[in-house]
């Protein structure tokens, strides 16, 4: 039994398959991610160590050049590349496409840890990059008592306070929303306390600046002491010597000299200050403070910017009367209207074959026979999509709306090979059955011939095969959904037709304008559609930008401004 057989004789089957594929297909979208563009995983490490005070000539001899000696031997690496800043060293390994990063991230800790380093600097870092580390959103925290122009003793003392805020309040709250990895702060002033050091004293007392840079080190600092035992009780013990106020810091011991202690305050001035700014934020003129919101790699950004919508709501009842927590930038905004541009150019397009198939078949039964592929075959793929981990983006939604128009093709042609069955007085069963088998290897060919286009895309390395993947599967999806639906709905619902195609030797004859007329339209159609497709397309080709990036038409604008280092994203 073939599976035409089967599809006309258990009828009842197929429409129950129909069905049930229609439910998976809508739990499947409601469970579907939503981004911009389809998850991109580039093959790179970059190797971040520090070492405080370091001139950048100091970082390349003692960090950078032996970090990329030990690392770039290891396999896979294609190109390694660095940069020495000032405190900072970045080594960058970029390794061959479809290597496996967590045997590549094994493999530089290995080397690291076999590495030399001086004591003073810090563990090497591992960050792996990911495009997703831009942030997804920005709020800004300001202060409507803060003036717009003008860096008043007030003005700081405010802006520290909604530093502070934001990083004791606001962070940990937006950092607890499911799908959130961290926020960043930045803005405002940062609370430090500032030791000004006279030399004139310490050279009079035969001090020098390391020595009181270690005994504020060893003095601020709390240790375990150890475990007192008492009976059956133990207690552990512990040093509480951090530094509580300016004072306890500046009543803080340097080292005797002449058999006197000498003091902290003896040989500096200490007050409470602010950290030097890398960035000035401003929103409307104001300063303000700015919180980054990134997203884990696998999040639903949609899902995880709604979450942070419903957060801020929820913390802006608890503000004070004069701040104020506003949204600057927010990518589910722009990713909500890319999608929903292409899901609706999906729809018309749609809409809109079917209106051609109606306006050339004349049988709205017949129409509707072939139509019913589209809405099935474009459900079922989301189930596809779900179970093969691709989201909803413009890339696999361009795929859908791409393959919208080829869905039914196969459809159009099994419903014209059984129409000739029954123009021949063939029984409507039997002509759904031999119709449907007479095409079906045409058919069957022709979609492979398609789904041979696309599918390839899926091999490509490197960006463009992470790109086009979704939309290739997409494409390849409605593909052989079309055809299953094409070898099985199809006959079903022919057989089951209600209209009788009149034998060819019982028809009545048209009259001869009317067989004038249809003899003469499909031609005037050709030549009308590719008479209107020509320049159509031309002025478009013409008048299209070339952009390498799809997405850089985005109606946003941001502004920072940068005093020293940019901050960059948290590893």
């Given amino acids: 039994m073939t599976i035409v057989d089967f599809a006309t004789r258990r009828r009842v089957t ?69 940069v020495s800043r000032s405190g900072q060293s970045d080594v960058i390994l970029e390794f061959v496409w479809g290597t496996d990063m967590d045997l590549a991230g094994i493999e530089v800790r290995e080397k690291l840890d076999l590495l030399q380093l001086p004591l003073d600097a810090a563990r090497p870092l591992l960050l792996r990059f990911d495009p997703s580390s831009e942030p997804v959103m920005r709020l800004a925290l300001l202060d409507k008592s803060v003036p717009a122009a003008g860096a008043t003793l007030n003005t700081q003392e405010r802006l520290k306070s909604l530093r502070r805020f934001a990083e004791d309040r606001i962070k940990p709250d937006l950092e607890a929303v499911e799908g959130s990895a961290a926020v960043k702060v930045s803005g405002g002033f940062e609370d430090e306390i500032q030791v000004f050091v006279d030399q004139q004293k310490l050279a009079q007392l035969g001090l020098s600046i390391e020595t009181v840079a270690r005994r504020i080190r060893a003095e601020n600092v709390n240790l375990s002491g150890g475990r007192l035992e008492q009976g059956t009780q133990r207690f552990l013990v512990r040093t509480l010597n951090e530094f509580r106020s300016i004072e306890e810091m500046a009543n803080a011991i340097i080292a005797p000299v002449d058999g006197q202690p000498v003091y902290l305050r003896d040989v500096a001035s200490v007050t409470r200050g602010y950290k030097e700014r890398d960035a000035v934020i401003r929103v409307n003129g104001r300063e303000a403070v700015e919180l980054a919101v990134y997203k884990e790699g696998d999040a639903n950004t949609v899902q995880m910017a709604a979450g942070i ?61 072939t139509a019913i592929v589209i809405p099935v075959s474009v459900i079922g793929t989301f189930m596809l999509m779900y179970s093969t981990n691709v989201s909803l983006n ?74 086009f993947r979704d939309q290739a599967l997409t494409v390849t999806f409605g593909q052989v959904l079309s055809l299953l639906v094409g070898l099985t709905v199809v006959p079903m619902l022919a057989a089951g037709n209600s209209r009788r195609w009149a034998p060819a030797n019982t028809a009545s004859v048209p009259p001869a304008g009317s067989r004038a007329v249809s003899r003469a339209w499909p031609g005037c159609c050709a030549v009308l559609a590719a008479g209107s497709a020509a320049p159509c397309g031309w002025c478009s080709v013409r008048s299209s930008p070339v952009r390498r990036n799809p997405i850089s038409g985005s109606r946003t604008a941001m502004y920072r401004c940068c005093t020293g280092p940019s901050p960059t994203a948290p590893g």
Avoid: W
Avoid at 41 to 55: F, K, M, N, Q
Avoid at 423 to 435: K, T
């Fill in 309 to 369: 919508v419903a957060r801020t709501e929820a913390l802006s009842k608890i503000l004070p009367r004069d701040v104020e927590l506003a949204t600057v930038y927010d990518q589910s905004r722009f990713i909500d209207a890319a999608v929903s541009d292409v899901r609706d150019a999906a729809l018309i397009g749609g809409l809109l074959s079917i209106l051609v198939l109606y306006f050339f078949l004349r049988d709205a039964r017949a129409t509707f026979i």
């Fill in 394 to 467: 413009i890339m696999s939604l361009g795929g859908i709306a791409l393959s919208v128009g080829m869905l039914i093709d196969n459809s159009v042609v099994i419903l014209e090979s059984i129409a000739k069955k029954r123009e021949r007085g063939v029984a409507q069963l039997q002509a759904a059955r031999e119709g449907t088998r007479e095409v079906a290897m045409a058919v069957t060919a022709s979609t492979l011939t398609s789904i041979a286009v696309f599918f390839p895309m899926v091999f490509i390395s490197g960006v463009a095969g992470q790109l």
């Fill in 14 to 82: 197929v429409v129950m398959g129909m069905v049930a594929l229609c439910m998976f297909g809508f739990v499947s979208l409601l469970r579907l991610k939503v981004n911009l563009l389809p998850d991109l995983s580039y093959p790179t490490i970059t190797v971040r160590t520090e070492l405080t005070g370091a001139a950048p000539l100091e970082i390349e001899n003692l960090l950078t050049r032996p970090i990329e000696e030990a690392v770039g031997i290891i396999r896979n690496v294609r190109h390694v590349r660095s």
